[in-house]
Nanobody
Framework: VQLQAFGGGLVQTGGSLRLSCVAS????????MGWIRQAPGKEHEFVGV????????YYADSVKGRFTISRDNAKNTLYLQMDSLTPADTAVYYC?????????????????WGQGTQVTVSS
């Protein structure tokens, strides 16, 4: 699976961004999909994950209630709606695909990674 993430940018505290991740190469609906972020000098951090058909979603406590993950299997696209952003959300955001949802939750070893998109939240 090839994954391409986009939609990052610079936003002020309290603002919103919507990330997208387009998949190609394999059957998108065969994979759980998620978002993982990495802030400067820190390890990868799980953000959110959705099951193969989107029926189940899970979030890190740090984003619960502010971020919403969704997928459109007809468009081979994964989304992350991010609201009420704070500087603590500044990171490179990666989309990830794995046949096992829990592998994304634990951040590894994940089968497929996107190239990452930078999100910067200014105070």
């Amino acid at each position: 699976v090839q994954l391409q993430a986009f939609g990052g940018g610079l936003v002020q505290t309290g603002g919103s961004l919507r990330l997208s991740c387009v998949a190609s190469g394999r059957t998108f609906s065969n994979y759980a999909m998620g978002w993982i972020r990495q802030a400067p000098g820190k390890e990868h951090e799980f953000v959110g994950v959705t099951s193969r058909r989107g029926g189940s979603t899970y979030y890190a406590d740090s984003v619960k209630g502010r971020f919403t993950i969704s997928r459109d299997n007809a468009k081979n696209t994964l989304y992350l709606q991010m609201d009420s952003l704070t500087p603590a959300d500044t990171a490179v955001y990666y989309c990830a695909a794995d046949q096992t949802l829990n592998t994304i939750v634990t951040t590894g070893p994940i089968e497929y990674w996107g190239q990452g998109t930078q999100v910067t939240v200014s105070s």
